[in-house]
């Protein structure tokens, strides 16, 4: 059964209220705030510099348009009750949409917004042991995969679905790992710490092998309130969906690596 199906009758009131616009907008709402403030960085940054990429708007605006898609509205209600959606809405949130906005390079637009002292204070925060810490790939790949395996294999799937701010913090938690997990990875944004290709490989060898066992668990062993039919059908998506936006993951970490050691190299490697 479901977890949408497992609400006995009296927690209606609860059920409807989880499911309700309020936690959406709650997860909707910072992705529009923050594509406002890039649009205005934007405005603000080509006064002084040459325009901004063209494509990089692109990115972020499709990256936000997915987040906002995965977390609010029909697919955000069916992926309460339906595990496969539930799935759908997991990749575009905590995959697709990190990797498209990272794409976006904000960093580097604020930095171009910025007044000289208010960027340097934000570069030496970029410099700082948290900072570094949390870019780790290994770190980033425990904080996103390990967080997966939690979700999935413990209760905690099932007690989501009754607690709203457990919701909450679920899913800014799939977010915030992946585009940790991805700027660990591929170097879009200007980086202090940087860590060899061959580091960021093996490590990225290790989370997709990470992925692809868990989706495999998955399919035998379905989380708590979800049936056999959707545990399956969400193992598949999982699989394969994780596996071809990773491909696009380990395309652009190949790029840079070739570009990087070529005579001239490119340095944003």
Same mark, same amino acid.
């Given at each position: 059964?479901?977890?949408?199906?497992?609400?006995?009758?009296?927690?209606?009131?609860?059920?409807?209220?989880?499911?309700? &616009?309020?936690?959406?907008?709650?997860?909707? #709402?910072?992705?529009?705030?923050?594509?406002?403030?890039?649009? &205005?960085?934007?405005?603000?940054?080509?006064?002084?510099?040459?325009?901004?990429?063209?494509?990089?708007?692109?990115?972020?605006?499709?990256?936000?348009?997915?987040?906002?898609?995965?977390? %609010?509205?029909?697919?955000?209600?069916?992926?309460? %009750?339906?595990?496969?959606?539930? %799935? +759908?809405?997991?990749?575009?949130?905590? %995959?697709?949409?990190?990797?498209?906005?990272?794409?976006?390079?904000?960093?580097?637009?604020? #930095?171009? *917004?910025?007044?000289?002292? *208010?960027?340097?204070?934000?570069?030496?925060?970029?410099?700082?042991?948290?900072?570094?810490?949390? *870019?780790?790939?290994?770190?980033?790949?425990?904080?996103?995969?390990?967080?997966?395996?939690?979700?999935?294999?413990?209760?905690?799937?099932?007690?989501?679905?009754?607690?709203?701010?457990?919701?909450?913090?679920?899913?800014?938690?799939?977010?915030?790992?992946?585009?940790?997990?991805?700027?660990?990875?591929?170097?879009?944004? !200007?980086?202090?710490?940087? @860590?060899?290709?061959?580091?960021?490989?093996?490590?990225?060898?290790?989370? @997709?092998?990470?992925?692809?066992?868990?989706?495999?668990?998955?399919?035998?062993? !379905? !989380?708590?309130?979800?049936? +056999?039919?959707?545990?399956?059908?969400?193992?598949?998506?999982?699989?394969?969906?994780?596996?071809?936006?990773?491909?696009? @993951?380990?395309?652009?970490?190949?790029?840079?690596?070739?570009?990087?050691?070529?005579?001239?190299?490119?340095? *944003?490697?």
């Amino acid at each position: 059964m479901s977890p949408h199906h497992s609400i006995t009758h009296g927690d209606e009131a609860t059920h409807l209220e989880i499911i309700g &616009i309020l936690p959406q907008l709650g997860l909707a #709402l910072p992705f529009a705030i923050v594509f406002v403030l890039y649009v &205005i960085a934007i405005v603000r940054s080509n006064r002084w510099y040459k325009p901004w990429p063209r494509y990089r708007t692109v990115c972020w605006t499709i990256g936000v348009v997915l987040a906002i898609f995965s977390v %609010m509205g029909p697919l955000a209600r069916f992926a309460y %009750m339906n595990f496969t959606a539930h %799935m +759908i809405s997991h990749l575009l949130f905590g %995959m697709l949409a990190p990797l498209l906005m990272a794409f976006g390079a904000p960093i580097k637009l604020l #930095l171009r *917004t910025l007044r000289i002292p *208010t960027a340097r204070k934000v570069s030496k925060l970029l410099k700082s042991s948290p900072s570094r810490l949390l *870019t780790n790939p290994i770190v980033s790949s425990i904080l996103n995969i390990g967080g997966l395996w939690l979700l999935y294999t413990t209760s905690l799937y099932f007690l989501m679905h009754e607690n709203i701010l457990l919701h909450l913090i679920v899913h800014f938690h799939v977010f915030i790992a992946g585009y940790l997990f991805t700027i660990s990875v591929i170097y879009i944004d !200007p980086r202090p710490h940087r @860590l060899s290709f061959w580091y960021r490989s093996i490590v990225l060898v290790f989370a @997709l092998a990470g992925h692809g066992i868990l989706s495999k668990y998955i399919y035998a062993h !379905p !989380p708590i309130g979800v049936s +056999i039919e959707q545990a399956k059908s969400g193992a598949i998506l999982m699989y394969y969906g994780g596996d071809a936006i990773d491909i696009v @993951l380990i395309f652009i970490l190949c790029l840079h690596w070739f570009r990087a050691s070529r005579p001239n190299g490119l340095a *944003t490697s």
